[in-house]
């Protein structure tokens, strides 16, 4: 079974630039989440979908930060502009709705940003 | 009150010794607990879960939650200096449709 995929790996951008990130969740798989890790702390989730329905989006700053999924299938996540603050490592996870396993969220590699 | 409080560490055991990373959460409504390892420039990577009161054993690992005390641990027993990693603990806060809330993470590394 193939993992979560996630692109770019790497991407240096200057601030007030835009920026988007792109996540293929694992095949089957209904729920989809960012995070943003910044160094030192665990993940902050930004937004959760369900299918291609926004579940939380509670803490994802709306001013700059937009996300989509469309076909319930892969998810962009677009910084625009980009501040210094929001040089970090994004990642996407995914879960089934499987009973059992309903709760456990697999990630993906991740996207690390600097912001300069 | 933070959700999810872990002693940030480092944490440091000599090869062969139990490690013991500890956790404790501020939601009693929480069901669901996870305890994830995260290499330094990789993303996090499941070892364990733990749903129920008591002990949960996987290999090395033994996982450990208290409801009562809203505490749950993580037991790594004979420690290889590739444990060396920071650890996660992770909370399902109650009624929040499967919303993980992390800790810090505790940094521990196990000298050979």
């Known amino acids: 079974e193939a993992g979560v995929a996630q692109s770019p790996r790497y991407k240096i951008i200057e601030k007030r630039q835009s920026v988007a990130f792109w996540c293929n969740p694992i095949s089957g798989h209904a729920t989809l989440y960012w995070y943003q890790q910044i160094l030192g702390q665990g993940p902050k989730l930004l937004i959760q979908f369900q299918n291609n329905g926004v579940v939380d989006d509670s803490q994802l700053p709306k001013d700059r930060f937009s996300a989509e999924r469309l076909k319930g299938v892969d998810s962009t996540l677009k910084i625009q502009p980009a501040k210094l603050e929001d040089s970090a490592v994004y990642l996407c996870a995914s879960s089934s709705l499987r009973t059992g396993d309903r709760d456990t969220q697999y990630f993906g590699p991740g996207t690390r940003l600097t912001v300069l | 009150q933070k959700e999810v409080e872990q002693n940030s560490g480092p944490l440091s055991v000599p090869e062969g010794a139990i490690a013991s990373l500890n956790c404790t959460y501020s939601?009693?409504?929480?069901?669901?607990f996870f305890w994830y390892r995260q290499y330094s420039g990789k993303s996090p990577e499941l070892i364990m879960f733990i749903y129920s009161n008591g002990d949960k054993e996987d290999g090395r690992f033994t996982a450990q939650l208290n409801k009562a005390s809203q505490y749950v641990s993580l037991l790594i027993r004979d420690s290889q200096p590739s444990d060396s990693a920071t650890y996660l603990c992770a909370v399902v806060i109650g009624g929040s449709n499967y919303k993980l809330t992390f800790g810090k993470g505790t940094l521990l590394t196990v000298n050979p």
């Open positions: 939601d009693r409504g929480s069901q669901s």
